[in-house]
T-cell receptor, first 110, second 115 residues
Framework: TQLLEQSPQFLSIQEGENLTVYCNSS?????LQWYRQEPGEGPVLLVT?????EVKKLKRLTFQFGDARKDSSLHITAAQPGDTGLYLC??????????FGTGTSLTVIP | GAVVSQHPSWVICKSGTSVKIECRSL??????MFWYRQFPKQSLMLMATSNEGSKATYEQGVEKDKFLINHASLTLSTLTVTSAHPEDSSFYICSARYRTTDTQYFGPGTRLTVL
């Protein structure tokens, strides 16, 4: 059962534009991770958020965990071609269960 | 940082043969490892959770007799695809849970092609 819905599913933008990816669920998670995956490779961890309302920044990427710990967002400022990839959110709970989002495929056009 | 390796990175086999994929945590001990399957431009589908020294927990719809998982040590888990068929062709990815945190570190994946 897919508990985390990501939107949009596909996104193609011009270099320099801003974008936001959403990760929504009806379930509460103890923590949430964001990963980026390039074709033919495994996902690479970008960030882990654990506190409701938490905001973390990683250069041009801003991650926010919802107050109720049910949703999260990833905002990219001034996107670059190197940001192209599949972005995945993943929520975990205290029961050692991890649930991956449906994924957002981002293409940044030079 | 936490590094996870997979071997082989790609494999081509004939239908009916078995293929073993190894997943190793190189610089940390992983009591829990996960095996995923992924189709192009789609998210990861959890196949099973592997705990060191005990039987793997399989997700609904995953045949445990077809996808054999062994987690013999704190740094190694293996996935054996038995009697592989073309529909088993996919990208298989493992991950290892770092200590008691909620973070998984992923291997680079294994591309399996069954002819």
């Amino acid at each position: 059962t897919q508990l985390l819905e990501q939107s949009p599913q596909f996104l193609s933008i011009q270099e320099g534009e801003n974008l936001t990816v959403y990760c929504n669920s009806s379930s509460v998670f103890s923590s949430l991770q964001w990963y980026r995956q390039e074709p033919g490779e495994g996902p690479v961890l970008l960030v882990t958020v654990v506190t409701g309302g938490e905001v973390k920044k990683l250069k041009r990427l801003t991650f926010q965990f919802g107050d109720a710990r049910k949703d999260s967002s990833l905002h990219i400022t001034a996107a670059q071609p190197g940001d192209t990839g599949l972005y995945l959110c993943a929520g975990s709970n205290t029961g050692n269960q991890f649930y991956f989002g449906t994924g957002t495929s981002l293409t940044v056009i030079p | 940082g936490a590094v996870v390796s997979q071997h082989p990175s790609w494999v081509i086999c004939k239908s009916g043969t078995s293929v073993k994929i190894e997943c190793r945590s190189l610089d940390f001990q992983a009591t829990t490892m996960f095996w995923y399957r992924q189709f192009p431009k789609q998210s990861l589908m959890l196949m099973a959770t592997s705990n060191e020294g005990s039987k793997a927990t399989y997700e609904q719809g995953v045949e445990k007799d077809k996808f054999l998982i062994n987690h013999a040590s704190l740094t190694l888990s293996t996935l054996t695809v038995t009697s592989a068929h073309p529909e088993d062709s996919s990208f298989y990815i493992c991950s290892a849970r770092y200590r008691t945190t909620d973070t998984q570190y992923f291997g680079p994946g294994t591309r399996l092609t069954v002819l």
